[in-house]
T-cell receptor, first 114, second 114 residues
Framework: DAGVIQSPRHEVTEMGQEVTLRCKPI?????LFWYRQTMMRGLELLIYFNNNVPIDDSGMPEDRFSAKMPNASFSTLKIQPSEPRDSAVYFC????????????FGDGTRLSIL | GENVEQHPSTLSVQEGDSAVIKCTYS??????FPWYKQELGKRPQLIID?????GEKKDQRIAVTLNKTAKHFSLHITETQPEDSAVYFCAASSSGGSNYKLTFGKGTLLTVNP
């Protein structure tokens, strides 16, 4: 199994630019999670999907952030326009749907907004 | 919502000693408690988890205990080795219908000195 695949691994861009992060969950998993990790705030859940449907987006910081899951094998997290305070590591994780299911993380995207 | 407190924030032990990390949670409905290990620059990796119907679980040198009455759970690592050095995160999952998510503690930086 290839695990959760994220791209790009690193992204450096200037403030105001649009940023798109991509995630391919583990085949067969039907829940997908987007997290943001910073030193100050730790690991924060931004949004998660069950069967491609957004269930809880209460962690999305503001309207500049949006996430989609057009099919079971692909999701995007978009920031438009980006700001320096968005700099963080963004992780995608997936699991089988339901309670008590282990989440498996991708390698993350290290995002730097200049 | 759920709140997870983790202590200590840093822990330094000598190789061969034991290490204990403690977490408390606030939502009595939480019923799943995973622990993740994150090495520098890497993704969080699940190392052990426990469900609320058991009080203890062990996997080689790692064990987790759960006290539902007191709402706390702990990670125990015995015979520590330098490769155990990493940041460890506890998490708690509460569920309601199809809405469930993990809330993470702030992490413990464990350093095992040779």
């Amino acid at each position: 199994d290839a695990g959760v695949i994220q791209s790009p691994r690193h992204e450096v861009t200037e403030m105001g630019q649009e940023v798109t992060l991509r995630c391919k969950p583990i085949s067969g998993h039907n829940s997908l999670f987007w997290y943001r990790q910073t030193m100050m705030r730790g690991l924060e859940l931004l949004i998660y999907f069950n069967n491609n449907v957004p269930i809880d987006d209460s962690g999305m910081p503001e309207d500049r952030f949006s996430a989609k899951m057009p099919n079971a094998s692909f999701s995007t997290l978009k920031i438009q326009p980006s700001e320096p305070r968005d700099s963080a590591v963004y992780f995608c994780a997936s699991s089988f749907k339901g309670t008590n299911q282990p989440q498996h993380f991708g390698d993350g995207t290290r995002l730097s907004i200049l | 919502g759920e709140n997870v407190e983790q202590h200590p924030s840093t822990l330094s032990v000598q190789e061969g000693d034991s290490a204990v990390i403690k977490c408390t949670y606030s939502d009595s409905a939480s019923n799943y408690f995973p622990w993740y290990k994150q090495e520098l620059g890497k993704r969080p990796q699940l190392i052990i988890d426990i469900r609320s119907n058991v009080g203890e679980k062990k996997d080689q040198r790692i064990a987790v205990t759960l006290n539902k009455t007191a709402k706390h759970f702990s990670l125990h690592i015995t015979e520590t080795q330098p490769e155990d050095s990493a940041v460890y995160f506890c998490a708690a999952s509460s569920s309601g219908g199809s809405n469930y998510k993990l809330t993470f503690g702030k992490g413990t930086l464990l350093t095992v000195n040779p």
